[in-house]
C-alpha cells in the first residue's frame, strides 16, 4: 500500500513537472498564433497540434513509463476532448475576463487537472486485476 501511495505521488508530481514544461510551451504556441492573429480556434489548434508528439514523448515516457503505440489513439482522443472543452470554457470566460490570453492563464491549471485525470484513468490506465503501476 505504501509503494502504491509512493508511486502515485511520484506519478503526481512527475505529471506536474513534465506538465509545466508541455504548458510553457503549449501556451507560448498558442500566444503565438494569437499574436499573429490567428483565430482562436487556429491557435489552440496550433498549439495542441504542435505539442502532440512532444506531450505524448513526455508524458507517456516520463511520467507512466509507456510509451506504447496502442496508447497513441486513446491519448489523440483525450487530447481532442480536452481542446473542445477549453475552447468551449476560453470563448465562455473570455466575455467575462477580456480576452483569449487571460482566459487560457485561467484556465489552465483547471485543464491540467481534468487532463491528469484523463491520463490516468483512460490512456494509462493500469488493469486493476494484479497490474502494477509503472514506476
Known amino acids: 500500500m505504501l509503494r502504491t ?11 506536474v513537472a513534465v506538465g509545466a514544461l508541455n504548458t ?11 499574436r499573429l492573429g490567428s483565430p482562436t480556434w487556429f491557435a489552440l489548434v496550433g498549439g495542441n497540434v504542435a505539442g502532440l ?25 483525450v487530447y481532442v476532448g480536452t481542446y473542445f472543452l477549453n475552447l468551449f470554457l476560453i470563448h465562455w470566460l473570455s466575455a467575462v475576463v477580456g480576452g483569449p490570453i487571460l482566459s487560457q492563464v485561467i484556465l489552465t491549471p483547471i485543464m491540467a487537472v481534468v487532463a491528469y485525470l484523463l491520463m ?3 490512456v494509462f490506465a ?10
Open 24 to 34: 510553457v510551451f503549449g501556451l507560448a504556441t498558442y500566444t503565438l498564433f494569437i
Open 120 to 122: 490516468s484513468r483512460v
Open 5 to 15: 501511495l509512493y508511486n502515485r505521488s511520484g506519478r503526481v508530481g512527475r505529471f
Open 53 to 77: 508528439v512532444f506531450n505524448f514523448l513526455t508524458t507517456g515516457g516520463l511520467v507512466f513509463a509507456d510509451l506504447s503505440p496502442a496508447r497513441i489513439p486513446k491519448f489523440v482522443a
Open 126 to 135: 493500469t488493469p486493476a486485476n494484479g497490474g502494477s503501476e509503472s514506476r
